[in-house]
Nanobody, 124 residues
Framework: QVQLVESGGGLVQAGGSLRLSCAAS????????MGWFRQAPGKEREFVAA????????YYADSVKGRFTLYRDNAKNTVYLQMNSMKPGDTAVYYC?????????????????WGQGTQVTVSS
């Protein structure tokens, strides 16, 4: 069992930056791939980024590629999403998720554990 707690959300102006954190409980955190998804009002939850259990491979949605960076610190049981050059279209609730397979997936249903979400709002 893994419990995930996101933090770092807030209000930022367009062009600004935020760093989201996802702290995980459980001794096997290092074996899980981690992903970030987001959900805007009235829209489906969409993939943002994911990282393998080793941290050596990442994958990003086209909409955030070059602006967002995902990395993890297994010693701290934490994964981070650095968001730069933010746009109003990035406004959403951001969710952290864990995948027992250890490998990158892009589909909501492939993830086993979810956090409660953190709100990110980008003003124009």
């Amino acid at each position: 069992q893994v419990q995930l707690v996101e933090s770092g959300g807030g209000l930022v102006q367009a062009g600004g930056s935020l760093r989201l954190s996802c702290a995980a409980s459980g001794r096997t955190f290092g074996h899980y791939a981690m992903g970030w998804f987001r959900q805007a009002p009235g829209k489906e939850r969409e993939f943002v980024a994911a990282i393998t259990w080793t941290g050596d491979t990442t994958y990003y949605a086209d909409s955030v590629k070059g602006r967002f960076t995902l990395y993890r610190d297994n010693a701290k049981n934490t994964v981070y999403l650095q968001m730069n050059s933010m746009k109003p279209g990035d406004t959403a609730v951001y969710y952290c998720a864990a995948d027992r397979s250890g490998y990158i997936h892009y589909v909501v249903g492939d993830y086993d554990y979810w956090g409660q979400g953190t709100q990110v709002t980008v003003s124009s």
